[in-house]
């Protein structure tokens, strides 16, 4: 249902560009979020995207990652990641939900639908 590419491996300052498309029907006032988590911490929001282009970041990520629909595609949703830290590595996962509670976007229990993730490593 939600499908995440564009991980990889990258030296800190750089960059990468993630890729999640879903699959599946359109749906009304649908949010979009960016999750990470490594081992034995639990799931972190990163960004999130609603169906009205009200967006979200986590602290953490402000001024350095930016969440964008695709213009041609709704359904395609980016999270570009620049200046990166060897605290950004984790697994990043893609959520989706119609029932987000619009005041924490950025809970991990707001979502219903999961990508796999894709892994991103930062190195010093």
């Known amino acids: 249902y939600l499908a995440e590419s564009g991980g990889g491996s990258v030296q800190s300052g750089g960059s990468l560009r993630l890729s999640c498309v879903r699959s599946?029907?359109?749906?009304?006032?649908?949010?979009m979020g960016w999750f990470r988590q490594t081992p034995g911490k639990e799931r972190e929001g990163v960004a999130s995207?609603?169906?009205?282009?009200?967006?979200?970041y986590a602290d953490s990520v402000k001024g350095r990652f930016t969440i964008s629909r695709d213009n041609a595609d709704e359904k395609i949703v980016y999270l570009q990641m620049n200046s990166l830290e060897p605290e950004d590595t984790a697994m990043y996962l893609c959520?989706?939900?119609?029932?987000?509670?619009?005041?924490?976007?950025?809970?991990?229990?707001?979502?219903?639908?999961w990508g796999k993730g894709t892994q991103v490593t930062v190195s010093s």
């Open positions: 599946g029907g359109v749906y009304r006032n649908y949010c």
């Open positions: 995207i609603d169906s009205d282009g009200s967006i979200r």
């Open positions: 959520a989706g939900s119609s029932v987000v509670d619009r005041n924490r976007p950025l809970s991990q229990y707001q979502y219903n639908y």
